[in-house]
Protein backbone atom coordinates (compact mmCIF):
# COMPACT_ATOMS: atom_id res chain seq x y z
CA UNK A 1 0.00 0.00 0.00
CA UNK A 2 3.30 2.41 0.99
CA UNK A 3 4.84 1.39 -2.23
CA UNK A 4 1.22 2.13 -4.50
CA UNK A 5 0.85 5.39 -2.22
CA UNK A 6 4.34 7.04 -3.50
CA UNK A 7 3.76 6.11 -7.00
CA UNK A 8 -0.33 7.91 -6.97
CA UNK A 9 2.11 11.02 -5.44
CA UNK A 10 4.62 10.83 -8.07
CA UNK A 11 1.78 10.69 -10.59
CA UNK A 12 0.40 13.74 -9.04
CA UNK A 13 3.06 15.77 -8.73
CA UNK A 14 3.99 14.67 -12.74
CA UNK A 15 0.46 15.56 -14.15
CA UNK A 16 -0.10 19.38 -12.52
CA UNK A 17 3.37 19.98 -13.88
CA UNK A 18 2.04 19.60 -17.31
CA UNK A 19 -0.87 21.20 -16.22
CA UNK A 20 0.85 24.08 -15.02
CA UNK A 21 2.86 24.55 -18.71
CA UNK A 22 1.31 26.36 -21.17
CA UNK A 23 2.40 24.44 -24.25
CA UNK A 24 -0.76 23.35 -26.60
CA UNK A 25 -0.39 19.62 -25.88
CA UNK A 26 0.53 19.81 -22.38
CA UNK A 27 -2.80 19.13 -21.71
CA UNK A 28 -2.78 15.92 -23.55
CA UNK A 29 0.10 14.69 -21.96
CA UNK A 30 -1.17 15.25 -18.63
CA UNK A 31 -4.44 13.24 -19.40
CA UNK A 32 -2.20 10.25 -20.79
CA UNK A 33 -0.76 10.56 -17.00
CA UNK A 34 -4.20 9.95 -15.87
CA UNK A 35 -4.63 7.07 -17.72
CA UNK A 36 -1.36 6.05 -16.17
CA UNK A 37 -3.08 6.32 -13.01
CA UNK A 38 -6.42 4.37 -14.28
CA UNK A 39 -3.99 1.58 -15.29
CA UNK A 40 -2.39 1.96 -11.95
CA UNK A 41 -5.21 1.71 -10.08
CA UNK A 42 -6.83 -1.42 -12.47
CA UNK A 43 -3.91 -3.22 -11.91
CA UNK A 44 -4.35 -3.16 -8.15
CA UNK A 45 -7.92 -3.83 -8.00
CA UNK A 46 -7.92 -6.24 -10.46
CA UNK A 47 -5.95 -8.14 -8.27
CA UNK A 48 -7.73 -7.69 -5.21
CA UNK A 49 -11.16 -8.11 -6.13
CA UNK A 50 -10.70 -11.85 -7.49
CA UNK A 51 -9.37 -12.51 -4.41
CA UNK A 52 -11.64 -11.57 -2.12
CA UNK A 53 -15.01 -12.70 -4.21
CA UNK A 54 -13.42 -15.87 -4.68
CA UNK A 55 -12.63 -16.57 -0.76
CA UNK A 56 -16.43 -15.43 0.09
CA UNK A 57 -17.69 -17.45 -2.49
CA UNK A 58 -15.36 -20.71 -1.11
CA UNK A 59 -16.54 -19.59 2.87
CA UNK A 60 -20.19 -18.81 2.40
CA UNK A 61 -21.51 -20.65 -0.42
CA UNK A 62 -19.25 -23.86 -0.77
CA UNK A 63 -18.21 -22.42 -4.52
CA UNK A 64 -14.34 -23.28 -4.94
CA UNK A 65 -13.86 -22.83 -9.25
CA UNK A 66 -12.00 -19.64 -9.18
CA UNK A 67 -9.28 -20.58 -12.28
CA UNK A 68 -8.99 -16.97 -13.19
CA UNK A 69 -9.25 -17.50 -16.38
CA UNK A 70 -10.92 -14.33 -17.36
CA UNK A 71 -9.42 -11.77 -14.90
CA UNK A 72 -9.18 -9.10 -18.21
CA UNK A 73 -13.20 -8.85 -18.04
CA UNK A 74 -12.43 -7.78 -14.14
CA UNK A 75 -9.92 -5.50 -15.22
CA UNK A 76 -12.74 -3.43 -17.97
CA UNK A 77 -15.26 -3.42 -15.15
CA UNK A 78 -13.40 -1.75 -13.18
CA UNK A 79 -11.25 0.50 -15.64
CA UNK A 80 -14.48 1.35 -17.65
CA UNK A 81 -16.36 3.31 -14.91
CA UNK A 82 -13.28 5.59 -13.06
CA UNK A 83 -11.95 6.41 -16.51
CA UNK A 84 -15.22 8.59 -17.33
CA UNK A 85 -14.24 11.77 -15.13
CA UNK A 86 -10.58 11.64 -17.29
CA UNK A 87 -12.69 11.72 -20.69
CA UNK A 88 -15.58 14.54 -20.26
CA UNK A 89 -12.83 16.50 -18.08
CA UNK A 90 -10.65 16.04 -21.11
CA UNK A 91 -10.10 19.83 -21.91
CA UNK A 92 -10.23 21.27 -18.40
CA UNK A 93 -6.75 22.38 -17.06
CA UNK A 94 -8.11 22.78 -13.47
CA UNK A 95 -9.06 19.20 -13.44
CA UNK A 96 -6.47 16.57 -12.16
CA UNK A 97 -7.15 13.19 -11.67
CA UNK A 98 -4.34 11.85 -9.95
CA UNK A 99 -4.54 14.52 -7.24
CA UNK A 100 -8.20 13.08 -6.58
CA UNK A 101 -6.84 9.19 -6.31
CA UNK A 102 -4.25 10.82 -3.62
CA UNK A 103 -7.05 12.34 -1.77
CA UNK A 104 -8.94 9.27 -1.58
CA UNK A 105 -5.46 7.20 -0.51
CA UNK A 106 -4.91 9.97 2.13
CA UNK A 107 -8.12 10.07 3.91
CA UNK A 108 -7.94 6.10 3.65
CA UNK A 109 -4.67 6.61 5.89
CA UNK A 110 -6.28 9.17 8.01
CA UNK A 111 -9.39 6.85 8.63
CA UNK A 112 -6.96 3.80 9.36
CA UNK A 113 -5.16 5.63 11.54
CA UNK A 114 -8.07 6.70 13.37
CA UNK A 115 -9.76 3.00 13.78
CA UNK A 116 -6.15 1.48 14.98
CA UNK A 117 -5.98 3.86 18.42
CA UNK A 118 -7.03 2.25 21.49
CA UNK A 119 -9.93 4.59 22.11
CA UNK A 120 -11.63 3.15 19.22
CA UNK A 121 -10.92 -0.61 19.80
CA UNK A 122 -12.49 -0.11 23.64
CA UNK A 123 -14.95 1.55 21.70
CA UNK A 124 -15.92 -1.32 19.63
CA UNK A 125 -16.06 -3.84 22.70
CA UNK A 126 -18.43 -1.10 24.43
CA UNK A 127 -20.91 -1.24 21.49
CA UNK A 128 -20.77 -4.95 21.32
CA UNK A 129 -21.36 -5.12 25.16
CA UNK A 130 -24.40 -2.49 24.91
CA UNK A 131 -26.40 -4.06 22.00
CA UNK A 132 -26.05 -7.29 23.51
CA UNK A 133 -26.95 -5.86 26.74
CA UNK A 134 -30.09 -3.92 25.69
CA UNK A 135 -31.13 -6.98 23.49
CA UNK A 136 -31.23 -9.06 26.33
CA UNK A 137 -33.10 -6.46 28.48
CA UNK A 138 -35.63 -5.73 25.47
CA UNK A 139 -37.00 -9.42 26.25
CA UNK A 140 -37.94 -8.48 30.05
CA UNK A 141 -39.03 -5.63 28.80
CA UNK A 142 -41.55 -6.88 26.54
CA UNK A 143 -42.09 -9.29 29.33
CA UNK A 144 -44.40 -7.06 31.33
CA UNK A 145 -46.78 -7.12 28.19
CA UNK A 146 -46.74 -10.62 27.14
CA UNK A 147 -46.86 -14.14 29.07
CA UNK A 148 -43.46 -15.07 29.52
CA UNK A 149 -44.71 -18.40 28.21
CA UNK A 150 -46.22 -17.04 25.01
CA UNK A 151 -42.46 -15.19 24.46
CA UNK A 152 -40.65 -17.96 25.03
CA UNK A 153 -42.42 -20.18 22.32
CA UNK A 154 -42.40 -17.36 20.13
CA UNK A 155 -38.62 -16.73 20.30
CA UNK A 156 -38.12 -20.39 19.42
CA UNK A 157 -39.95 -20.63 16.79
CA UNK A 158 -38.64 -17.74 14.83
CA UNK A 159 -35.73 -16.82 17.09
CA UNK A 160 -33.46 -15.69 14.35
CA UNK A 161 -36.00 -13.30 12.86
CA UNK A 162 -36.93 -11.86 16.44
CA UNK A 163 -33.00 -11.08 17.60
CA UNK A 164 -32.23 -9.65 14.25
CA UNK A 165 -34.73 -6.91 14.77
CA UNK A 166 -33.99 -6.01 17.83
CA UNK A 167 -30.40 -6.34 17.05
CA UNK A 168 -30.70 -4.23 14.23
CA UNK A 169 -32.85 -1.72 16.08
CA UNK A 170 -30.33 -1.11 18.68
CA UNK A 171 -27.49 -0.59 16.31
CA UNK A 172 -29.68 2.16 14.94
CA UNK A 173 -30.15 3.87 18.38
CA UNK A 174 -26.35 3.60 19.18
CA UNK A 175 -25.64 4.78 15.80
CA UNK A 176 -28.38 7.92 15.67
CA UNK A 177 -26.74 8.75 19.15
CA UNK A 178 -22.94 8.60 18.88
CA UNK A 179 -22.17 9.20 15.63
CA UNK A 180 -24.80 11.20 13.68
CA UNK A 181 -25.54 13.59 17.15
CA UNK A 182 -21.89 14.28 17.71
CA UNK A 183 -21.26 18.12 18.60
CA UNK A 184 -19.40 19.33 15.49
CA UNK A 185 -18.11 23.26 16.38
CA UNK A 186 -14.10 22.58 16.37
CA UNK A 187 -11.90 21.42 14.04
CA UNK A 188 -11.59 17.88 15.63
CA UNK A 189 -15.26 17.73 16.20
CA UNK A 190 -15.96 18.00 13.11
CA UNK A 191 -12.90 15.32 11.79
CA UNK A 192 -14.34 12.88 14.60
CA UNK A 193 -17.85 13.40 13.61
CA UNK A 194 -17.28 12.91 9.75
CA UNK A 195 -14.72 10.57 9.67
CA UNK A 196 -17.46 8.07 11.46
CA UNK A 197 -20.15 8.97 9.06
CA UNK A 198 -17.65 7.93 6.24
CA UNK A 199 -17.33 4.64 7.74
CA UNK A 200 -20.85 4.31 8.21
CA UNK A 201 -22.25 5.02 4.73
CA UNK A 202 -18.99 2.79 3.51
CA UNK A 203 -20.24 -0.05 5.63
CA UNK A 204 -23.75 1.00 4.61
CA UNK A 205 -22.71 0.27 0.88
CA UNK A 206 -20.69 -2.71 1.42
CA UNK A 207 -24.11 -4.70 2.99
CA UNK A 208 -26.07 -3.31 0.37
CA UNK A 209 -23.66 -4.69 -2.12
CA UNK A 210 -23.43 -8.07 -0.51
CA UNK A 211 -27.20 -8.37 -0.04
CA UNK A 212 -27.67 -7.88 -3.89
CA UNK A 213 -24.88 -10.36 -4.62
CA UNK A 214 -26.52 -13.01 -1.66
CA UNK A 215 -30.00 -12.32 -3.43
CA UNK A 216 -28.33 -12.88 -6.74
CA UNK A 217 -27.47 -16.06 -6.20
CA UNK A 218 -30.90 -17.31 -5.08
CA UNK A 219 -34.48 -15.45 -5.40
CA UNK A 220 -34.47 -11.52 -7.05
CA UNK A 221 -37.45 -10.31 -7.46
CA UNK A 222 -37.87 -7.11 -9.63
CA UNK A 223 -38.92 -5.15 -7.07
CA UNK A 224 -36.12 -6.41 -4.69
CA UNK A 225 -34.07 -5.40 -7.68
CA UNK A 226 -35.62 -1.32 -7.72
CA UNK A 227 -35.48 -1.23 -3.83
CA UNK A 228 -31.82 -2.64 -3.01
CA UNK A 229 -30.89 -0.10 -6.11
CA UNK A 230 -32.54 2.85 -4.07
CA UNK A 231 -31.35 2.02 -1.27
CA UNK A 232 -27.62 1.36 -2.26
CA UNK A 233 -27.67 4.85 -4.22
CA UNK A 234 -28.74 6.99 -1.47
CA UNK A 235 -25.67 5.03 0.71
CA UNK A 236 -23.64 5.89 -2.29
CA UNK A 237 -24.40 9.76 -2.31
CA UNK A 238 -24.36 9.85 1.75
CA UNK A 239 -20.81 8.53 1.59
CA UNK A 240 -19.76 10.42 -1.18
CA UNK A 241 -21.45 13.70 0.40
CA UNK A 242 -19.80 12.76 3.89
CA UNK A 243 -16.18 12.35 2.11
CA UNK A 244 -16.20 15.59 0.39
CA UNK A 245 -16.77 17.66 3.98
CA UNK A 246 -14.35 15.27 5.69
CA UNK A 247 -11.77 16.22 2.99
CA UNK A 248 -12.43 19.80 3.52
CA UNK A 249 -11.18 18.98 7.57
CA UNK A 250 -8.28 17.06 6.73
CA UNK A 251 -6.86 19.66 4.36
CA UNK A 252 -7.87 22.10 7.41
CA UNK A 253 -6.29 20.52 9.77
CA UNK A 254 -2.88 19.88 7.35
CA UNK A 255 -2.96 23.94 7.07
CA UNK A 256 -2.59 24.55 10.58
CA UNK A 257 -0.25 21.98 11.43
CA UNK A 258 2.41 23.19 8.89
CA UNK A 259 1.63 26.81 10.33
CA UNK A 260 3.33 25.45 13.35
CA UNK A 261 6.20 23.71 11.81
Known amino acids: MGLLFQLLEDLEDTERSWLDRSSKYSIHIAR???????LLLTY????LIPIVIGTVLEHFYNYANAEYKYLWAFSLLIFMPISIPVFTNWMDKEYCYSSIVVDLFETVVFLRENTRSIKSRFEMIFFLIYVVFNTIITFFAVANFVEEKSLINFVKSDSI???????AIHMLIYIIVRILLLPNKTIQQKYRKLSREVMLWFFVLLVGFSYMIHKLLSSFSTIDMLYLLGAILVAFVRFITSYKDLRKIIVEIKENASLFM
Open 32 to 38: LISLACI
Open 44 to 47: FFTL
Open 161 to 167: SFFSIIL
